[in-house]
DNA sequence: ATAATAACCTGAGGGC
DNA sequence: TGCCCTCAGGTTATTA
C-alpha cells in the first residue's frame, strides 16, 4: 500500500500527536509481522516521543533509550484514536499516550514490521544498505548516471531497487517514467545522462505533488486522520492499462516486469 | 557479483 | 453461495 508519499502523510499526521507526548502503555496483539515484533519495544512506556523522522519508507520513532523503526509493508496504515476506542481486526499494535490519544497500527497482511533499536536506527541493517533520499540533494542526475551505467536490468526495476533509490515503489516508479517520457522496459545501462536528469526531475515532481495531496488512496490507505489521499486522481498510468492516454490518447500498454504490473505508453515513452 | 524467484500474509474480485 | 484462481501499494532471503 504505502509508498513514500503515503509513508511521510501518516509521519505529519501522527507526529504532532506524538511528539513530546509520554507513552502510558505498548500493546502488542500480534507480533507476527514481517519479523516478530521486538518485544523490548515495550521499553517504550514511560518514555517521551522525542521525535518521528523517515527513511524511505521507514518510521522512526525516537526516544530516550532507543528507536522505534515501523515498516507499513503492502497493507499497513496508521491512525490516532481515542484510546478507549474497540480495536479492530488486524489492529496489531497500540501505543498509548498520556494525551488519552492512541497510535494504532493496522495491517492486514502482516508484511509491516515494529522493531526497537538502541542504536542509531540508520545503522541498522534493514536501513543501512538504503540508497539516498529521493528528495534530497544527494539524488541528483550525475548520482543516477552513475547507477544506470553499465546496469543490465530495466530502468524501472533499477528506480524501484531501495539501495539505488529510497522509496519509490510500483505507483510512482510506473508515473516518474511517464513523465519522463521514458520507457519503463528499456535498459538502465542505455539511458543517456539526459535521460537521467529528467527521471530525477520526474521523480522528485510525483513524489512532492502526491505527498501535497496526502498520498494515493487505491483502496485502503488513510491518512492518521481517517482521510484518504486525493493523488489517484492525478495518476496518469498507474492502473489505467487499456485506457487512452491523456496525452497522445492511444492505447496504454500493460505488461508485468518483474513481476510487478507496469503501464506505461509505448508512444509517449521509448 | 548481479539478477531473477520465492517467500512472508490476508482479502477482494472474477469465473465457474 | 462457494470454491479456486489471480492479484495487490514491499522487501528480504534464497537460488541461479
Known amino acids: 500500500m504505502p509508498e513514500l508519499p503515503e509513508v511521510e502523510t501518516s509521519r505529519r499526521g501522527i507526529a504532532p500527536k506524538l511528539v513530546n507526548q509520554q507513552v502510558r502503555d505498548v500493546i502488542i ?14 521499553d517504550l512506556r514511560g518514555q517521551t516521543i522525542d521525535s518521528i523522522q523517515r527513511r524511505g519508507k521507514y518510521l522512526l520513532i525516537y526516544a530516550a533509550t532507543g528507536c522505534a523503526i515501523l515498516h507499513l509493508g503492502m ?14 481486526k488486524h489492529d496489531h499494535v497500540a501505543i498509548v499516550l498520556a494525551s488519552n490519544d492512541s497510535l494504532r497500527f493496522h495491517d492486514p497482511r502482516r508484511f ?9 536506527p540508520l545503522c541498522h541493517p534493514l536501513l543501512a544498505r538504503l540508497g539516498p533520499e529521493p528528495l534530497s540533494r544527494a539524488f541528483n542526475a550525475d548520482y ?15 528506480i524501484m531497487d531501495g539501495t539505488v533509490v529510497a522509496g519509490v515503489g510500483n505507483i510512482y516508479a510506473a508515473e516518474a517514467l511517464f513523465l519522463a517520457s521514458i520507457d519503463p522496459r528499456k535498459t538502465a545501462g542505455n539511458i543517456d545522462s539526459d ?12 513524489l512532492k505533488q502526491a505527498i501535497k495531496a496526502g498520498g494515493t488512496t487505491l483502496k485502503d490507505f488513510l491518512g492518521s ?5 486525493y493523488f489517484k486522481q492525478s495518476l ?35
Open 75 to 88: 497493507s499497513g496504515h496508521l491512525r490516532i484514536v481515542s484510546s478507549d476506542t474497540p480495536f479492530k
Open 29 to 42: 496483539r500480534q507480533p507476527a509481522l514481517r519479523w516478530p515484533i521486538t518485544p523490548s519495544v515495550t
Open 236 to 270: 496518469q498510468v498507474y492502473g489505467r492499462g487499456g485506457n487512452p492516454c491523456f496525452q497522445c490518447r492511444n492505447t496504454l500498454n500493460e505488461i508485468r516486469l518483474n513481476q510487478r504490473n507496469t503501464v506505461f505508453c509505448s508512444y509517449c515513452q521509448r
Open 112 to 120: 509491516g514490521a515494529l522493531l526497537w533499536t538502541t542504536d542509531d
Open 225 to 229: 486522520d481517517g482521510k484518504p489521499g
Open 195 to 206: 535521460g537521467s536528469r529528467k527521471l530525477v526531475q520526474a521523480i522528485k515532481h510525483v
Open 144 to 158: 543516477l548516471w552513475q547507477q544506470v551505467n553499465h546496469s543490465r536490468r530495466t530502468i524501472k526495476t533499477l
